[in-house]
């Protein structure tokens, strides 16, 4: 008999998750940013900036930039005829209903409580959580952060004219997850790793936080008016034109030269222990293991003392067709006083 | 005192193309029951029960070699699977066709009645569960079935071939029938011979389900004016 039925217990499922470098070339931080005139140029250019990690010909996307802004200012209208309907406009109300799911609520940074004390300890205050009708959006390319973006990892660096603020997400100073909407929300924090700076839990004195990590998204909202408070880098507002908004954030991420993420996927493994008592698997239909056609086994001794080895496990189901298969790294000796333990991973 | 080695060896897995396609169709049928193992890639012939060493050393030579990745095609992969059979046992089982090689006009036919050698105790028998049969080349075969097994997988694998003889017309691959009797009938259509082919070539590979036994022949249909 070739084939051995399965019992209930020899299956185990496993979820492990599993976290690693986000950019392409698996580099732990971008440090130098590319755009492509051609994409800039077209009409999703009107809308976003997509960023490459190199020049080169196999360059790839790695996030988008985008601007929204409630009033539709900082881009051109559509139509003329129709004040505020403009690129800016339309993916403010994109994200917004995303994100609040709510088309009557506003974008709040710093907490989404209106009054008490937020997750950092910090009192809320009108300047510790303020409203905003616009910002910023960091899109994560979604090869690039597989499942979700790993919380803590967010390590990014902006240039202004005053200088260079690193920001990071403040899920290492939070012991309960925050949600806005129905999504995880982490607020960004002047500081490194998931925690922000100890002063003021790494807010703005007047402005808020830096922004929202949302990584189920794969999305980073940046906060304007924080930013221009901090390093004194703010987007164009003007009605009816086109403000380079994205262009600009593109410039303080290349000159701030550091952008650091991981992603997180859990990946769902079947265990199957496959065993292989010692009065089994012990002899062969190998060609080599027989001598001539009439079968005869090819060394006497191997008539009670047969050796064969292992090295392909196949799995079959009730119609033995082969679905699955595994090899040993190296043959695994099995005769009548050896038994055999494989564990076999399949990954979904 | 030492330390027991408590070393499980684990493996990694990859789906055949059979179980891409079936954990594709989400319909139950990618369902692990049972599992078989298989030599593939060794040559017992290096095995040297003569060594000089003594017997730890006679599987010197294979010990430590290593393997290939796995195939996800299933005909070339588990090709020569492990059999359990009595302790003492002096033959092993092998397949008797009463073909080494199998010729076919066009539209010609030929039952074939697989029989295995040394099993269970008898010298000549028809295993329990039947016999597999791939064809490498569908399209060599205007019909293909196996009978005499009543089995859900028998039933199943020769619906699908009944259907592939009819609807793989154009595409060059394999397929698998149950039982334990096969007919085979060549093709009548002329143009895959064209421009001036006499003759088209694939193999038969017939597997008993219960030995794990092989053999594998050629098949040739000679074109006919």
Redesign the interface.
Same mark, same amino acid.
């Given at each position: /008999?070739?084939?051995?039925?399965?019992e209930t217990d020899d299956?185990v499922i496993a979820n492990d998750s599993i976290t690693s470098t986000l950019w392409s070339d698996d580099v732990p931080s971008l440090t130098t940013f590319y755009s492509n005139s051609i994409q800039e140029a077209s009409s999703a250019g009107t809308y976003y900036l997509s960023v490459y990690n190199t020049s080169s010909t196999d360059q790839q996307i790695q996030f988008d930039i985008a601007y929204c802004d409630k009033l539709g200012s900082g881009s051109a209208l559509y139509n003329n005829a129709v004040p505020e309907n403009s690129p800016t406009k339309t993916l403010y109300g994109q994200y917004r209903t995303l994100i609040l799911e709510d088309e009557n609520l506003d974008f709040i940074f710093g907490s989404a409580a209106a009054s008490g004390i937020d997750a950092c300890g910090n009192t809320i205050t009108s300047s510790t959580a303020i409203t905003s009708d616009n910002f910023w959006i960091i899109n994560i390319e979604r090869a690039r952060y597989k499942q979700s973006i790993f919380p803590g990892s967010l390590n990014l660096s902006l240039s202004g004219s005053n200088g260079i603020i690193s920001i990071t997400d403040n899920s290492n100073d939070i012991v309960t997850i925050p949600y806005i909407g129905s999504t995880r929300a982490y607020q960004l924090v002047s500081g490194s790793n998931g925690s922000g700076i100890i002063a003021n839990g790494g807010y703005t004195a007047d402005s808020g936080s830096y922004g929202i990590l949302f990584p189920d998204l794969g999305t980073i909202l940046l906060n304007p008016l924080a930013i221009s408070e901090s390093i004194h880098l703010a987007p164009s507002r003007t009605n009816d034109s086109n403000g380079f908004n994205n262009r600009a954030l593109f410039n303080s991420l290349n000159l701030g030269a550091s952008f650091g993420l991981n992603s997180q996927e859990t990946i769902t493994s079947d265990y199957?222990f496959?065993r %292989?008592r010692n009065?089994?698997? !012990?002899?062969?239909?190998?060609?080599?293991?027989?001598s001539g056609?009439?079968?005869?086994?090819?060394?006497s001794?191997f008539?009670?003392a047969?050796?064969?080895?292992?090295?392909?496990?196949? /799995?079959? !189901?009730? /119609?033995?067709?082969?679905? %699955?298969? %595994?090899? /040993?790294?190296?043959?695994?000796?099995?005769d009548?006083t050896k038994e %055999? @333990?494989?564990?076999?991973? @399949?990954?979904f | 005192m030492g330390y027991l080695n408590n070393q499980?060896?684990?493996?990694?897995?990859?789906?055949?193309k059979?179980?891409r396609e079936?954990?594709a169709k989400n319909d139950g049928?990618?369902?692990?029951?049972?599992?078989?193992?298989?030599?593939? +890639?060794?040559?017992?012939?290096l095995?040297n029960?003569t060594h000089p060493s003594g017997s730890s050393f006679?599987?010197e030579a294979?010990?430590? =070699?290593?393997?290939? +990745? #796995?195939?996800?095609i +299933?005909s070339q992969?588990?090709k020569?699977?492990?059999?359990?059979?009595p302790?003492?046992?002096?033959? =092993?089982?092998?397949l008797d066709l009463g073909y080494a090689a199998i010729t076919l006009q066009q539209g010609a036919s030929i039952s074939i009645t697989p029989q295995t050698?040394?099993y269970l105790g008898n010298s000549q028998t028809y295993e329990t569960s039947g016999y597999?049969l791939t064809i490498s080349d569908i399209r060599l075969l205007n019909t293909f079935n196996g009978l005499g097994i009543n089995s859900?997988?028998a039933t199943?694998?020769n619906a699908e071939a009944s259907n592939a003889v009819t609807t793989t017309l154009g595409t060059d691959v394999a397929n698998t029938v149950?039982g334990t009797q096969f007919n085979l009938r060549g093709t009548t259509i002329n143009t895959l011979f064209a421009p001036s082919n006499t003759s088209i070539n694939g193999t038969l590979t017939f597997i008993g389900?219960?030995?794990? #036994?092989?053999l594998t022949i050629p098949i040739t249909i000679n074109y006919t004016t």
């Open positions: /008999m070739s084939f051995k039925r399965l299956f199957v496959v %292989a009065s089994e698997f !012990n002899y062969s239909e190998n060609p080599s293991f027989i056609s009439t079968g005869e086994v090819i060394y001794n008539i009670n047969p050796q064969t080895y292992i090295t392909t496990v196949g /799995m079959y !189901n009730d /119609m033995n067709e082969l679905v %699955a298969v %595994a090899k /040993m790294s190296r043959p695994l000796l099995k009548f %055999a @333990l494989v564990r076999v991973k @399949l990954d | 499980v060896i684990t493996v990694d897995a990859i789906l055949t059979k179980g079936l954990l049928s990618f369902r692990i029951t049972q599992f078989a193992l298989a030599d593939d +890639e060794i040559d017992y012939t095995y029960p006679y599987g294979i010990d430590n =070699m290593p393997l290939l +990745e #796995a195939f996800p +299933e992969i588990m020569y699977k492990l059999a359990t059979l302790r003492g046992t002096a033959k =092993m089982p092998v050698l040394n597999s859900t997988a199943s694998a149950i389900l219960d030995s794990g #036994a092989r």
